[in-house]
């Protein structure tokens, strides 16, 4: 979602949604949401949730890297 914002697609979301019922279903799926997102995300749903598979800011101590 965050590459929306970077490539300028913003003003397509917004108009893409509000041509569609307010009863609508409408979810987001990004790695990083960034406050900016979350700003905007406000504007379009209506109680959004958050679902986050990580803890923010954390990294997975279990990865090996080999070369």
């Known amino acids: 979602a965050d590459r929306l914002l970077d490539m300028g697609f913003w003003p397509d979301v917004q108009n893409i949604a509000m041509q ?3 009863q609508r ?3 987001m799926f990004s790695a990083t949401f960034s406050d900016e997102l979350k700003g905007k995300v ?3 749903m209506q109680a959004p949730k958050q679902v986050a598979a990580h803890q923010e800011n954390s990294t997975n101590q279990d ?3 080999t070369l």
């Open 25 to 27: 279903q409408t979810a």
């Open 42 to 44: 406000k504007l379009l």
């Open 63 to 65: 990865i090996v890297e």
């Open 20 to 22: 569609t019922s307010n």
